[in-house]
C-alpha cells in the first residue's frame, strides 16, 4: 500500500503477497485434512504394449477441501513435507492403495500390481519397511504385486539412507521402479548401484517422441539401456494412439496416459475394461 505509486513494485508485492497466502491457507487446511477424510485415492492404469492387458494402476492422491476446492498433489506434497505429514498421508495412500489392490483382483481374478509413489521423507522413517510388510500382510499381497515409483529426489536424501531402506524393500520383495526418467542429471548411476525393477520415462520425453529426433533418440536409448540392465520400461503420459504405436516398435513394455485414462477413482478403476490395442 506504501508503494501505490510504484506500479511494478506493488504488482510483484502483490503477487507474491497472493502466493503466500495460498501457501499458509493450504498449509493450514492441511494439517486436518486427513481426518476429515479430505483424500481420495485415484487410479490411474498401465498397459501391457505386447498382450494389450492391464497389468495395474498408479494410485494418485487427490485432495478436496472444502475452502480451496480441488488441490492438485504437484502443490500440496511439498507443502505436507515441510510441515511432516507426509508420513501418515503416505501410508493412507499405501493402505488404500492395497485395499484397492484386493477388491480388483477378486473382481477379475487377474494378478495386476498396484504402484506407489514414495516421498523422500517417508525413507528417513526408519519403521517404513517394517510398515510396509506390516501392511502386505494385513492386505494379504504378495509383495511382488507392489511397486515403488522412487523419483531422484528420494535418492538424494543420503546413501546411508537410501542404501538401507532399498535393500530392505527389495528384500521385502517388492518392485522398485525409477520414476521420471530423464529429467535429473544422476538417474543413469543410481540405476548402476540400486536394484531396480522397472524404469518409467518421463512424460515430457512421450510427448515429442513423434516429433522431435531427439527425443525418439533419447527413449531409444532408454529402453536399449534398461533392458541390457532387465529392467520393463513403462512410458508414462501417452496421449495419443501415434506415440502408442512407435512406443510399441520401440520395444516399450508398458505405457500408461490419458489415451487409456486419466486418473479415476476407484469404483471406476474397477469397472475399467480396455480393448483398442487389440482392435
Ligand atoms: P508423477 O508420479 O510423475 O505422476 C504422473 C502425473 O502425470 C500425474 O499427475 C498424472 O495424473 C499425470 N498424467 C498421467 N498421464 C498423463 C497424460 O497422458 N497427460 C498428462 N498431461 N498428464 C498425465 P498428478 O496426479 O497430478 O500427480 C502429480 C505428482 O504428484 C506425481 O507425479 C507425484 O510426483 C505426486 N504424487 C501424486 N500422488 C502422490 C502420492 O500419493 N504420494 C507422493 N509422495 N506423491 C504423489
Ligand atoms: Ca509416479
Ligand atoms: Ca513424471
Ligand atoms: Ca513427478
Keep these: ?21 495460498r501457501r499458509l491457507e493450504i498449509e493450514g487446511q492441511l494439517r486436518g485434512a486427513l481426518e ?7 487410479y490411474q492404469p498401465k498397459l501391457d504394449l505386447k498382450t494389450g492387458s492391464v497389468t495395474g494402476a498408479e494410485a494418485l492422491l487427490r485432495w478436496h477441501n472444502p475452502a480451496l476446492g480441488q488441490v492438485g498433489p504437484d502443490e500440496f506434497i ?21 485395499s484397492f489392490l484386493l477388491e480388483w483382483r477378486k473382481a477379475h481374478q487377474q494378478q495386476y500390481a498396484i504402484a506407489v509413489n514414495l516421498s523422500p521423507l517417508q525413507f528417513r522413517d526408519r519403521a517404513f519397511a517394517s510398515f510396509v510388510e506390516e501392511s502386505l500382510v494385513n492386505a494379504n499381497v504378495r509383495p511382488e504385486c507392489l511397486e515403488f515409483e522412487i523419483t531422484e529426489g528420494v535418492l538424494m536424501i ?10 530392505k524393500l527389495h528384500k521385502l520383495g517388492v518392485k522398485l521402479s525409477m520414476d521420471d526418467f530423464g529429467t535429473g542429471y544422476s538417474s543413469l548411476s543410481y540405476l548402476r548401484q540400486y536394484a531396480f525393477d522397472l524404469l518409467k520415462i518421463d512424460r515430457s520425453f512421450i510427448s515429442g517422441i513423434c516429433e522431435k529426433k531427439e527425443d525418439r533418440d533419447l527413449v531409444t536409448a532408454a529402453i536399449a539401456m534398461a533392458h541390457s540392465l532387465d529392467l520393463r520400461v513403462i512410458a508414462e503420459g501417452v496421449e495419443t494412439q501415434e506415440q502408442l504405436s512407435l512406443l510399441a516398435d520401440l520395444g516399450c513394455d508398458i505405457a500408461q496416459g490419458y489415451y487409456f485414462s486419466k486418473p479415476m477413482p476407484a469404483n471406476e478403476m474397477m469397472k475399467f475394461r480396455y480393448d483398442k490395442i487389440s482392435e
Design 1 to 21: 500500500a506504501k508503494a501505490s505509486g510504484r506500479n511494478t513494485y506493488s504488482f510483484f508485492t502483490y503477487k507474491m503477497n497472493d502466493m503466500i497466502l
Design 158 to 167: 543420503g546413501k546411508s539412507y537410501v542404501e538401507e531402506a532399498l535393500s
Design 36 to 42: 476429515r477424510h479430505e483424500f481420495e485415492v485415484y
Design 78 to 98: 511439498p507443502v505436507a513435507e515441510h510441515i511432516g505429514i507426509i508420513i501418515p498421508i503416505g501410508k493412507y495412500v499405501l493402505e488404500q492403495a492395497l
